[in-house]
Each structure stands twice: as C-alpha cells, then as structure tokens.
C-alpha cells in the first residue's frame, strides 16, 4: 500500500506474526488522509518459521529499495513486528535513518504464548530469550529518536501484557479489548497520529499517557 505526499516523512508499517500488510488498512487511510506518505510489506514467511533477524533483513531490504539513502523515516511496527523493527533499527543501521518509532503491543520482553511454538521467530519471543536480552542490552540507543510503545493492559497475545512496556521513550496505555483491535480503534490511531506530529526529539525521560476516554478520528484531535 502507498499514498505519497512529501511534507511528511514516509511512515512505514511493520506487523505481526501471521499478519500481511493489510492489517494496517485502517490506519494507513487515516493517516493518508492528514499527509503522510504511508508504505508496508510483507515480511514472508509470517509465522515464526524464519528468525526475526532474518525478517529484519527483508525490511532493510525494502527500505534499501525503495527509499533514497538521505530518506528519513517513521516506523511503526505491530506485535513481532515491532521487534523486527527494533533489530533494523538497533542491528543493521536504521538507527541512522529512522525520526520516529511506534511499536503497537509488541512483545518487548517477550511474552509465554511463544511456548505454544517451537518455530525458530517464536522461540526469540519467549520471555528471557538470547534474542531478546540481547535487544534489551543496549536499548537505550533508542533514546536517540522519538521512541513510543503503544499498548492494552488487556492483551491476551502479550502475556504478560506489561511486556511491552519499555523503560525509555514515551509509553501510551489503552484499554483495548483485544491485541488485534489495537490497529483499529481510534483512540489507537489518533495517539499515532500525533506522535507522528511531533517535532522531533529525543526523549530522555520516561514519560507515562494514560487514555481512557473514546478519542474521535478527526484534525482537530492530532
């Protein structure tokens, strides 16, 4: 998917386990709506059979392809897919490129539901993998862009759901029923949208969002 629009930076979905691109259709058309340039792809195989290094590299891949070496960006990455983001970003020089980073419930610390796979990607989510401590080891690099985690305190795909939470960057909490719904509903969006907004800088302090009430999908509220 594509909308193009150059007063933004590119804003580039990654998503998650036995997800595709579309899952982002929602928000892409939104986002396209205020002026961003919106880009995804499909990270192939996507269900754990390859590691998520491996899958980190088709989305380096992709950028290489698609956007010029001086191309700044914004990503956004859902479930697995924002801690393939975080090996782009950390491991193969995205750290270099990237503005803003959004990950949407994504399993930072890992989370038990990886047990029910022995796939080399769902072995990297458990909890206390190499894989992950490894990430975690040095995730304060991260500080140098505009870092936030997006998550629910309900999520029974991240468990324990507190797995997402990450001591840097800014932290926005939304009581979200379900791990799938968080791509759509608006209150989800809308804290995306104004992330995307924001000037840039770094965030050196932990900063904690609590939104609780409907927001509703609109200018006026980003």
């Known amino acids: 998917m594509k909308t193009t629009n150059q007063q933004r930076n590119p804003v ?3 998503h998650g386990i036995t997800d595709t691109e579309a899952v982002f259709d929602e928000m892409a058309v939104f986002l396209g709506k205020q002026g961003w340039p919106v880009y995804s792809l ?7 059979e390859v590691g998520l290094d491996v899958l980190a590299q088709q989305l380096a891949n992709y950028i290489a392809r ?76 991260l500080q140098q862009l505009s870092f936030t985690s997006i998550w629910t305190t309900y999520d029974l795909m991240i468990i324990p759901a507190n797995s997402s939470q990450m001591p840097i960057g800014k932290e926005v909490i939304i009581p ?46 980003i």
Request: glycine share 8%.
């Open 66 to 141: 698609n956007f010029a070496p001086e191309q700044t960006l914004d990503v956004i990455g859902f479930s697995m897919g924002g801690i393939v983001s975080r090996y782009y970003i950390q491991r193969l020089g995205g750290i270099n490129r990237v503005q803003r980073f959004i990950t949407i419930s994504s399993p930072h610390h890992g989370t038990v539901v990886a047990y029910a796979s022995r796939n080399p990607g769902c072995l990297q989510m458990r909890p206390n993998s190499e894989f992950l401590k490894d990430l975690n080891a040095d995730a304060v690099m």
């Open 42 to 48: 499909d990270l192939v195989p996507n269900n754990g």
């Open 12 to 14: 580039l979905f990654v």
């Open 176 to 221: 979200v029923a379900l791990h799938s719904w968080m791509l759509t509903d608006s209150r989800c969006i809308t804290a995306v949208a104004r992330v995307l907004a924001e000037p840039i800088k770094p965030y050196h302090q932990f900063e904690y969002i609590h939104s609780s009430q409907k927001l509703p999908l609109g200018g006026d509220n």
